[in-house]
């Protein structure tokens, strides 16, 4: 799956290998990277060059920050280079992808499944990842939080673009803690959010304000054509909605996510909230809608073009817009 490294410096290029002694070394693309990080090793350092596992990173901000040195170095677009993090890593950073790092690349936990490793903010507060370049993938972490923090931030703004970012297969875990598993501002387009489980985010002191994905505003354009599949959301205050119910979604894909509206002890409010959106549109299918399947059970489609909500699994048949299989045949309802 990752690239091949290349050789320590002591060593030669390998007879035969054509490329083995080239200064990027054997890869798996003509233009991509792979750097590691891993402050559970033993020869941790940001002063190394990143590329070599058993002289990693010892910092994800180090690795990105050595990610745009050597592409300036080497005067080539590294496109598709991947930062991969040791299983044994406790990152306790807010790292910023600028909007100077290559396009398309990837920060990969380097496990092949559980909630390791473990990402938190610097500071209560902050801000775990914040994603300011296109088409960055984030995918096998455990975000979590000890205070009023966010996991991911996709930002778009007239200096930078997190648009097309993919974001599958993380753990957002509040811990009865955390503001946001994931925020976006200016409304990036094309993102992706994949094969992730958000739990227990809840705002401090319980006030409700907790969301799992939520848009803060759009200074640059709305949220269009992102896709939510796959998810499951469990005890949250808020599962999907934004800033005054003024930012949703447009020709979105919402798909075989579950919702769930046990209150064990963290009621959650606004299950799918699409309200506003000037477009609309949205296509929401193969969900498990939990709890009353209404507007005042937190259901509410968008106030534009009115988004198809066919073919998902409601608990509550009582409802018009629910058929007596089960299956939804219209948005929700007052």
Known sequence: MYSLIRQSSFYPGQMGVHGSDIPRGLRWSPTAITMYMDNHHNDASDAHDGTDPEHPMATVQGAVTKLIAHQTALGVSLVGSQIVVGAGATIAESVIIPETAPRGCSVLADTA?????????????????????????????????????????????????????????????????????????????????????????????GAGTAFAIYGTNTPTAEALEWQIVGNTFMECENYIGSLGHLYGFNASLIAHNVFGQDSLGIPTVLILDLRSGHGGSNTVFGNLFQGDYSQPGGYWDSTAAASCWVGNYAQDVLEAEVGDNGLTILPPAA
């Open 113 to 205: 499944g559980g909630y390791l490793p473990s990402w938190t903010p610097a500071t209560a507060t902050g801000t775990a990842l914040t994603v300011r370049q296109q088409d960055w993938r984030v995918s096998g972490f455990q975000f979590n939080w000890t205070g009023n923090g966010t996991g991911i931030y996709l930002d778009w703004t007239a200096a930078y673009n997190a648009s097309g970012t993919v974001v599958d297969h993380n753990r957002f875990f509040g811990s009865w803690s955390g503001l946001y598993g994931i925020a976006h501002h200016g409304s990036p387009y094309n993102v992706r959010v994949l094969d992730n489980e958000f739990a227990e985010i809840r705002s401090a002191g």
